[in-house]
């Protein structure tokens, strides 16, 4: 952890302080966080209240925050752990698989007034909907977010040479399921 990254963190977990310091947090955080969220959730607004459950979970447990990893990643894996629980309990309540969520929220991304895809766009996230979850997160992180593999194996808990097998594998999918459009 870097040197503002350690006085953040101690202001956050600073009774006087922490308000003014998770206004800072936000304002460094929400863009990033929210597109992670995005990323997984595809629509605005599950992406919004997924969003704020990670920053109210951030809040609540950033006194047991140990500093053995970048905050950043500490807080990417919440906002990641949410979106998958939110699509799994989703697929829950409706009494349907995973997959079959994917592919319904696939078939809403084109009536999403919030997605700004073109049909390129829109076939590359049909795609991704087609991968396993591990290479779709992988994937959405390299490619969408730019993370470097030891960002994202932080974020993960996966090695980085495995990191990079997912990858590969998920471009090739992605290449096939392109192809074969």
């Given at each position: 952890?870097?040197?503002?990254?350690?006085?953040?963190?101690?202001?956050?977990?600073?009774?006087?302080?922490?308000?003014?310091?998770?206004?800072?947090?936000?304002?460094?955080?929400?863009?990033?966080?929210?597109?992670?969220?995005?990323?997984?959730?595809?629509?605005h607004e599950d992406?919004?209240?997924?969003?704020?459950?990670?920053?109210?979970?951030?809040?609540?447990?950033?006194g047991k925050f140990?500093?053995?990893?970048?905050?950043?990643?500490?807080?990417?894996?919440?906002?990641?752990?949410?979106?998958?629980?939110?699509?799994?309990?989703?697929?829950?309540?409706?009494?349907?698989?995973?997959?079959?969520?994917?592919?319904?929220?696939?078939?809403?991304?084109?009536?999403?007034?919030?997605?700004?895809?073109?049909?390129?766009?829109?076939?590359?996230?049909?795609?991704?909907?087609?991968?396993?979850?591990?290479?779709?997160?992988?994937?959405?992180?390299?490619?969408?977010?730019?993370?470097?593999?030891?960002?994202?194996?932080?974020?993960?808990?996966?090695s980085e040479g495995?990191?990079?097998?997912?990858?590969?594998?998920?471009?090739?999918?992605?290449?096939?399921?392109?192809?074969?459009?």
């Amino acid at each position: 952890m870097n040197s503002s990254e350690e006085k953040l963190v101690l202001r956050l977990q600073d009774p006087e302080s922490r308000d003014t310091a998770f206004r800072e947090l936000l304002e460094l955080y929400q863009e990033r966080l929210y597109w992670q969220c995005r990323n997984i959730v595809k629509n605005h607004e599950d992406a919004d209240d997924v969003l704020q459950n990670t920053f109210i979970k951030i809040f609540r447990n950033i006194g047991k925050f140990k500093g053995e990893s970048q905050l950043f990643s500490w807080m990417y894996r919440i906002a990641t752990n949410e979106a998958i629980t939110f699509l799994n309990n989703r697929a829950k309540k409706q009494k349907i698989s995973s997959d079959e969520l994917q592919q319904q929220i696939i078939d809403n991304l084109e009536n999403d007034v919030y997605f700004e895809g073109d049909e390129i766009q829109l076939k590359l996230q049909k795609a991704i909907a087609t991968l396993p979850e591990k290479q779709q997160q992988v994937f959405n992180m390299k490619y969408f977010q730019e993370l470097k593999y030891k960002e994202i194996s932080d974020i993960l808990g996966t090695s980085e040479g495995a990191l990079k097998a997912s990858y590969h594998h998920a471009t090739k999918k992605i290449e096939e399921f392109l192809k074969n459009l």
